[in-house]
């Protein structure tokens, strides 16, 4: 089982002030329809050019529309890139909108 938060434990610990980069690995017209708030956009098609991007001394999270794209790449980075900082968003944002901030909107 790969790790992973529900959107109200990133949500937590969002409100805490925690350091936390979000990783969204959908492609862009996704992302410019909706996103969480600070975000960073690497597509999943992008991600292993784009790898470095990922600090490997503050928690990640990965997100993508419904958690499986980026479950996908928590396991590649995991692997490849031997990144044991990463958390993939369950449900992805998607569930973020219908539970935690329903002003993004839901695709």
Known sequence: MLPELTPEDLHARLQRGEDIQLIDVRQPEE?????IGG???????????RAEEIDPERPAVLIC????R??????????R????NLLNLRG????W??????NVPVY
């Open 39 to 49: 975000s960073e956009l690497i597509p999943l098609s992008e991600l292993a050019s």
């Open 97 to 102: 909108s219908t539970r935690v901030d329903p």
């Open 81 to 84: 890139h031997q990144l044991t």
């Open 70 to 79: 980026s479950m996908q790449a928590l396991a590649y980075l995991q692997h």
């Open 92 to 95: 992805g944002i998607h569930a």
């Open 65 to 68: 529309h419904h958690g499986v």
């Open 31 to 35: 992302y410019a329809y909706c996103r």
